[in-house]
Every structure is written in C-alpha cells, then in structure tokens.
C-alpha cells in the first residue's frame, strides 16, 4: 500500500466512514478525501463530470463468491448455485 499512495501515508491512521453504496463511494472522492478502486462496470454506469476515473490494469482480478443460509433448502437455491458453478467453469482458463 505505501507504494500505491505515499503522499497519503501520513493520513493513514484516520478513520474512513464505512460506505456502503458506489454512490456514497463517489461522494467521497468528489470531496477530496479519497479514493476508491471499483469495478470497471461500476465506472461505466455512474460517470460524474467532478471525478476522474482511471483504469487500473495492474491488479489481478478479483473473485466474486456466493454464499447463502446454510439451512435454507430450496430447490431454486441450488439450481442458481449449480447454474453460477457451470457459468464460471466456462468462463475461466483451463490450467
């Protein structure tokens, strides 16, 4: 991290407020106090003309997961799970 950002090393002790939202997100950054790493679709979807966005291309992809209540037992659950399992299998390299 201290490669990334040095001239906000000194700021690295104070609190961030949690933001839940992209929108809350950006309005962080239009503040000047920040900055956020979001999903390419994210950038494309919420353009706002006081914040630059820059496309990262050094940083490995990230894993999205899929988790439920264990003891929920549907059949439209496991369905949806199977289906998220085969769409992946299809989308990522084979070793």
Do not use: W
Not at 70 to 76: G, I, N, P, Y
């Amino acid at each position: 991290m201290a490669d990334i950002a040095p001239e906000m090393r000194s700021r690295a002790n104070r609190s961030v407020p949690t933001m839940r939202t992209v929108e809350e997100k950006l309005e962080h950054v239009a503040r000047g106090r920040g900055m956020v790493i979001l999903p390419r679709s994210a950038t494309a979807y919420d353009r706002r003309p006081d914040i630059t966005c820059v496309p990262v291309d050094d940083i490995s992809p990230s894993r999205v997961s899929l988790a439920r209540d264990a003891t929920r037992r549907s059949r439209l659950i496991y369905e949806f799970a199977d289906l998220a399992t085969q769409h992946l299998q299809s989308i990522e390299p084979s070793p």
